[in-house]
């Protein structure tokens, strides 16, 4: 019954999962297990090196563990922590129609675009291209790209660290309504070094020598 359960809902399961990069004799990632497996919003913190990034690029499969199993039954989206190193398009609007379903009507495309550009406090910025926008623009059109992409699971690496607060109040309560709404809710798993930011987490957890520690509420979470 558990199992049948958890292969409907989207989630991600780590068994004993380690990772070195070629020609390195540490594993940077070791027997480290966790899981995710209901919809919310899940934030990981770590020193400077510790991983993150790497543990993002295995769960979406751009790199491959050398042992363990990772299970994951999600539709993923990524928002990469450098917004150069994704963004493929001139202008902020074929930006974002190369991650729209293509499948539905120009009015609603239109309607799509208009609506993540404001959540992510860029109305206006359609026509703009890319090489004008800001960093922390960039930022917001990258995460803007994740909203319009329907993915059931988004993964934001420092999502935030290039924006003012304003934006990234923004950004944090747009992610909240999607991961908390009460219909179809997704899932976030959102890395961090701002720590203002854990309280909008469901679960918190720390990445350290290559383990990730288990997930705990925001206000018993307590970062060593
Ligand atoms: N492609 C690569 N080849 C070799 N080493 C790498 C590669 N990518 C990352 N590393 C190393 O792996 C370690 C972890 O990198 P990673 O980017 O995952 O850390 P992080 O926790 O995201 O750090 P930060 O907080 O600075 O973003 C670092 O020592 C980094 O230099
Ligand atoms: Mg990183």
């Given at each position: 019954?558990?199992d049948?359960?958890e292969?409907?809902?989207?989630?991600?399961?780590?068994?004993?999962?380690?990772?070195?990069?070629?020609?390195?004799?540490?594993?940077?990632?070791?027997?480290?297990?966790?899981?995710?497996?209901?919809?919310?919003?899940?934030?990981?913190?770590?020193?400077?090196?510790?991983?993150?990034?790497?543990?993002?690029?295995?769960?979406?499969g751009?790199?491959?563990?050398?042992?363990?199993?990772?299970?994951?039954?999600?539709?993923?989206g990524?928002?990469?922590?450098?917004?150069?190193h994704?963004?493929?398009m001139?202008?902020?609007?074929?930006?974002?129609?190369?991650?729209?379903?293509?499948?539905?009507?120009?009015?609603?495309?239109?309607?799509?675009?208009?609506?993540?550009?404001?959540?992510?406090?860029?109305?206006?910025f359609?026509?703009?291209?890319?090489?004008?926008?800001?960093?922390?623009?960039?930022?917001?059109?990258?995460?803007?790209?994740a909203?319009?992409?329907?993915?059931?699971?988004?993964?934001?690496?420092?999502?935030?660290?290039?924006?003012?607060?304003?934006?990234?109040?923004?950004?944090l309560?747009?992610?909240?309504?999607?991961?908390?709404d009460?219909k179809?809710?997704?899932?976030?798993?959102?890395?961090?070094?701002?720590?203002e930011e854990?309280?909008?987490?469901?679960?918190?957890?720390?990445?350290k020598?290559?383990?990730?520690?288990?997930?705990?509420?925001?206000?018993?979470?307590?970062?060593n």
């Amino acid at each position: 019954m558990r199992d049948s359960l958890e292969s409907e809902i989207h989630h991600i399961k780590f068994k004993d999962v380690s990772f070195s990069y070629p020609g390195e004799k540490e594993n940077l990632i070791f027997k480290c297990n966790f899981s995710i497996k209901k919809p919310g919003f899940w934030m990981i913190v770590g020193k400077n090196g510790s991983g993150k990034s790497t543990l993002l690029k295995l769960i979406n499969g751009i790199i491959k563990p050398q042992n363990g199993i990772i299970n994951c039954k999600a539709d993923i989206g990524m928002v990469f922590q450098n917004p150069d190193h994704q963004i493929l398009m001139p202008n902020c609007r074929s930006e974002l129609l190369i991650n729209v379903n293509q499948n539905i009507s120009d009015f609603e495309i239109n309607k799509k675009i208009e609506y993540v550009l404001d959540q992510v406090g860029l109305s206006g910025f359609e026509k703009r291209p890319v090489h004008t926008l800001s960093g922390g623009q960039k930022q917001r059109l990258t995460i803007a790209c994740a909203l319009i992409s329907n993915r059931n699971f988004i993964l934001l690496d420092e999502p935030t660290a290039l924006l003012d607060q304003t934006s990234q109040i923004k950004v944090l309560k747009t992610i909240k309504n999607l991961t908390s709404d009460h219909k179809n809710p997704i899932s976030a798993l959102w890395i961090t070094h701002r720590y203002e930011e854990l309280t909008y987490a469901d679960a918190v957890a720390e990445l350290k020598n290559g383990l990730l520690s288990g997930w705990k509420e925001p206000s018993k979470f307590q970062y060593n």
